[in-house]
């Protein structure tokens, strides 16, 4: 188990894929946002709907931490008094100022606004299956700081990237 | 003609002052007339206006309303008609209705009122058209007065308080947009009125002068109300004038209006379009009381970012304007410089005239 | 941003945790004034203590705001600095302690509270930290004790200026407030209007709105009410020394307003005859803008075009919010800025409000206020 903060590796890892295990499936209850710093870039991944997403935790408006924010609904309306609310259509919403995010592909909700929160591959798998497509592929897999022992089999959450990796 | 464009001159605002109502005994029930006559009822000019000093009133109507409201037509058409010879301009009655609380009075009056301009104003030059008058404060009854007055043709808009007892964009106003909207008709605000709230959030100013300045406050709360409560999405293609009402704040209201919507929108779902949208798309301004800079180059940087020249409408608000040589002396020199009153007069013939233009009745 | 100790933060807002309440009649509340708390509570105007509508984040704040203590935003002490402080390395930081408990109509309560507030902030921020001002809490509606309040706390120089809010029973320049507006001017101390307060009005003459995004947005139309009012009152006239802030209003809508009271002014002159000046001199010459919140234009150059237009260089000043939900952050303020210069966006993260607030100059009677109005 190999600890990806060590830098006198990062050149060799540069070109190579990093898996890092960001803990037990456990550990990420449905719909709450936990926000991870991996060399210095802020990231938050979430359980939702059978899915795992994970985004870059900056806000493109201001900046703002959009991964500490809430996860709501989405409304749609067409006149006033209508609320078509689907509670799956998830949102992340920023903190900061309230602009929304698509969970499913971090794109922002707000008409006009081409603009979107960086989406990162995450998944949830196997800790022994991950073993073995990062031996397969030649990817080093990393564990974040606080995984502590995890015995193979158990369902974990992953993060899947090249490093130097800010958006 | 006078006008600087072949298509035409077309004035967007002409006041008449409804302040004496003996010329509108005739379009009332006989129980009113007797009810007025017996109670010395003053009306609703008596309870003044945010901004305005009566003295003020007194001293045009002094010199025009010679005669009653049949001295001011005399005098409209001999002074301004005359001279600037416009092919249609737009009558815009100012007679604060809003103050009165009476449900049935105000219905009478607007009727009256309504009713006295379609028979007086309509021939006072080339094709001129009036507005609506109604009262915001019972939205059925002026829903009904609308329908029936546009049914008779060679109505401009409905014109409406800019200060007001709930916000005109309150559902609870609703059928009065969805009137105006069934006959095309834009809606015009007027930066006047008088309805029982103060002018600030601190109640009332010390000065005329301080309310007449921030009556441009009230016009901003009245276009987000409209926007907010999704009057102009729900009617697209509905139309909102503001009258007198400074202009060049708009951009800078917009930007802030769009920023708040974009945290907002759970707030408000139905406002599927960033405010400057709604506002490019269908509000108009006319260009009276522009509050203007010290230079044209200043004026004409305020719209770099919200272009309002489809926007802005050609109006004198005759009889404010000061003595005037030419049309275009008519409208601030900036505005001219900028705009060009060609094009001012073309948005105020697009938005009033070429509706008109089809489907007139008894013109 | 390079992080180099010169941003003033000139807005925060230090909240009541959980337990400051109690601690606060406790220690700094007469006896009979905590019985009436426990009684009657607070009496303010009842048409707007603000649940009229949800506010979309709870207690106004960043959601991330929230201490891990658990208690409520702008709370804890130790999370703002971390969160706030240290994040962006501010020189000075004033706050001003926004509650509706200074509202109350019942002027002996307010003014005891006021009271109470200005001890509370001493002991629970002030005291703890250099780098913290504070604005002086008064019982605006009771000017007479205001005053008294004022000179209290005017020798103190972590007390930078008083804080006033937009809705209050009068427009702001109405004579009732001169004897604030007097020793204010007398003591050097900037005067802030924060938005916020309880009058019981709707924003403008066309009444309550239905949303929370009308009232928000409404800020603008609050505060220049007060700008109209104080400009045309003669406030600036009968003291002319006097420095206002605007604090959470908002900025792009001065210029036009300037037009348009110089225009309204030229027109009914005669009805304010002890202006000898049009207004747009006055506001140039006696009003501070804050940036906060920030209105956002899609083209930078429209702030250069403000900016032109406004013509009241050094007169922005930063300010937060910190921590309530519209907060802006200092980056932002900076790279929307630097369109006009630089040296231009620094001075409005800094050195302007130096400039206002003197916060180097220890413990001097302010009346140097000439060398603002000269700058």
């Given at each position: 188990m190999k600890s990806i903060s060590d830098t006198s590796e990062r050149a060799e890892m540069i070109r190579r894929p990093v898996f890092t295990v960001?803990?037990?499936?456990?550990?990420?209850?449905?719909r709450t946002v936990r926000t991870f710093t991996l060399d210095e870039m802020s990231v938050g991944i979430v359980c939702a709907n059978g899915e795992v997403f994970g985004f870059i935790?900056?806000?493109?408006?201001?900046?703002?931490?959009?991964?500490e924010g809430e996860l709501s609904g989405s409304i749609e309306s067409?006149?006033?008094?209508e609320y078509n609310y689907d509670p799956q259509a998830l949102v992340l919403r920023c903190p900061w100022h309230g602009w929304e995010f698509r969970l499913?592909?971090?794109?922002?909700?707000?008409?006009r606004h081409n603009v979107k929160i960086p989406r990162l591959k995450v998944q949830a798998t196997r800790l022994d299956v991950l073993r073995r497509e990062a031996e397969s592929s030649g990817a080093t897999l990393a564990f974040a700081h606080d995984c502590g022992n995890l015995p193979e089999g158990i369902m974990v959450v992953a993060l899947r990237q090249h490093l130097p990796s800010h958006a | 003609m006078n006008g600087a464009t072949t298509q035409g001159f077309y004035d967007s605002d002409v006041v008449i002052e409804f302040d004496d109502h003996k010329d509108l005994l005739q379009y009332m029930p006989a129980y009113w007339r007797e009810y007025f006559a017996q109670s010395d009822f003053e009306g609703p000019r008596a309870n003044g206006v945010h901004g305005l000093p009566r003295t003020a009133i007194s001293k045009f109507k002094s010199r025009l309303y010679q005669g009653g409201l049949a001295g001011y037509v005399s005098a409209f058409n001999s002074g301004y008609a005359t001279r600037f010879r416009p092919d249609g301009v737009v009558f815009n009655p100012l007679y604060n209705?809003?103050?009165?609380?009476h449900p049935d009075l105000s219905a009478v009056l607007a009727t009256a009122v309504n009713d006295w301009m379609h028979d007086?104003?309509?021939?006072?030059?080339?094709h001129s058209l009036f507005s609506i008058v109604v009262s915001p404060h019972y939205p059925d009854a002026a829903a009904a007065e609308i329908r029936r007055v546009a049914a008779?043709?060679?109505?401009?808009q409905v014109i409406l308080p800019a200060?007001?007892?709930?916000?005109?964009?309150?559902?609870?106003?609703?059928p009065i947009f969805e009137a105006a909207a069934e006959f095309g008709l834009p809606v015009a605000l007027q930066a006047t009125g008088y309805n029982?709230?103060?002018?600030?959030s601190s109640g009332w100013y010390t000065y005329f002068v301080e309310e007449f300045a921030g009556l441009k406050l009230t016009l901003e709360s009245q276009l987000m109300s409209l926007i907010t409560e999704g009057v102009l999405a729900e009617f697209e293609q509905l139309k909102v004038v503001l009258l007198d009402?400074?202009?060049?704040?708009?951009p800078s209201y917009a930007w802030r209006f769009d920023k708040e919507w974009r945290g907002m929108?759970?707030?408000?779902?139905?406002?599927?379009?960033?405010?400057s949208e709604y506002i490019r798309e269908q509000v108009f301004c006319t260009v009276t009381g522009v509050d203007l800079p010290e230079s044209v180059d200043e004026f004409r940087a305020?719209?770099?970012?919200?272009?309002?020249s489809k926007s802005l409408l050609f109006a004198s608000r005759y009889p404010y304007?000061?003595?005037?040589?030419t049309v275009e002396s008519l409208i601030p020199s900036f505005v001219d410089q900028v705009f060009g009153t060609a094009a001012l007069v073309e948005n105020t013939r697009q938005l009033y005239w070429k509706y008109h233009s089809r489907s007139v009745r008894g013109s | 941003m390079n992080n180099h100790d010169y941003i003033i933060d000139c807005d925060i807002h230090p909240t009541f945790g959980k337990h400051d309440y109690a601690r606060l009649a406790q220690r700094y509340l007469p006896k009979a004034w905590q019985a009436y708390a426990i009684e009657y509570g607070q009496n303010v105007?009842?048409?707007?203590?603000?649940?009229?509508?949800?506010?979309?984040?709870p207690n106004s704040?960043?959601?991330?705001?929230?201490p891990p203590n658990g208690d409520?935003?702008?709370?804890d002490y130790d999370f703002m600095k971390l969160q706030h402080f240290d994040r962006w390395k501010t020189k000075y930081c004033i706050i001003?302690?926004?509650?509706?408990?200074?509202?109350?109509?019942n002027y002996g309560f307010a003014n005891a509270v006021a009271h109470a507030l200005n001890e509370w902030v001493i002991e629970t921020w002030l005291a703890k930290d250099d780098h913290l001002r504070s604005s002086i809490s008064i019982a605006y509606e009771d000017p007479t004790a205001s005053v008294r309040e004022i000179e209290r706390y005017?020798?103190?120089?972590?007390?930078v200026s008083i804080c006033f809010v937009t809705?209050?029973?009068?427009?702001?320049?109405?004579?009732?407030y001169w004897p604030i507006y007097e020793i204010c001017e007398s003591k050097g101390l900037p005067f802030g209007i924060h938005f916020g307060g309880y009058?019981?009005?709707?924003?403008?003459?066309?009444?309550?709105?239905?949303?929370y995004i009308e009232d928000h947005c409404g800020m603008a139309q609050s505060m220049q009410a007060h700008v109209i009012s104080m400009v045309m009152e003669g406030v600036f006239e009968r003291f002319p020394k006097l420095q206002v802030v605007l604090l959470e209003?908002?900025?792009?809508?001065?210029p036009s307003l300037m037009w348009r009271l110089d225009r309204c002014w030229r027109a009914m002159r005669s009805e304010v005859?002890?202006?000898?000046?049009?207004p747009s001199f006055y506001i140039r010459r006696n009003v501070w803008l804050t940036t906060q919140p920030i209105e956002e234009p899609k083209k930078l150059s429209s702030w250069k075009t403000f900016v032109e237009q406004l013509n009241?260089?050094?007169r922005i000043m930063y300010a937060?919010?910190?921590?309530?939900?519209?907060f802006d952050s200092p980056e932002k303020i900076e790279e929307i800025f630097t369109v006009v210069g630089r040296d231009f966006a620094r001075d409005i993260l800094g050195a302007n409000a130096e400039r206002l607030y003197?916060?180097?100059?220890?413990?001097?009677?302010?009346?140097?206020?000439e060398a603002v109005v000269q700058s």
């Open positions: 960001l803990g037990p499936l456990s550990q990420f209850p449905e935790n900056r806000c493109p408006h201001q900046g703002g931490p959009v991964c067409r006149r006033a008094g499913t592909d971090g794109t922002c909700t707000i008409p | 209705i809003e103050s009165i609380r007086h104003l309509l021939t006072a030059s080339g008779r043709g060679r109505a401009a200060c007001t007892a709930i916000p005109l964009g309150n559902r609870i106003n609703r029982g709230n103060p002018p600030t009402s400074g202009v060049t704040w708009l929108r759970r707030d408000v779902p139905w406002v599927t379009k960033p405010p305020c719209f770099d970012e919200l272009d309002l304007c000061h003595s005037p040589d | 105007v009842s048409h707007s203590i603000g649940s009229h509508f949800p506010r979309i984040h704040a960043r959601f991330d705001a929230w409520v935003p702008g709370s001003n302690p926004l509650t509706l408990l200074v509202h109350p109509r005017s020798g103190d120089p972590r007390f809705r209050t029973f009068e427009p702001l320049g109405n004579s009732k009058s019981g009005w709707p924003l403008t003459g066309a009444g309550f709105p239905s949303y209003g908002g900025m792009m809508w001065l005859p002890h202006l000898k000046e049009p009241m260089p050094g937060s919010d910190y921590p309530h939900w519209d003197r916060f180097e100059a220890g413990k001097p009677l302010r009346t140097g206020t």
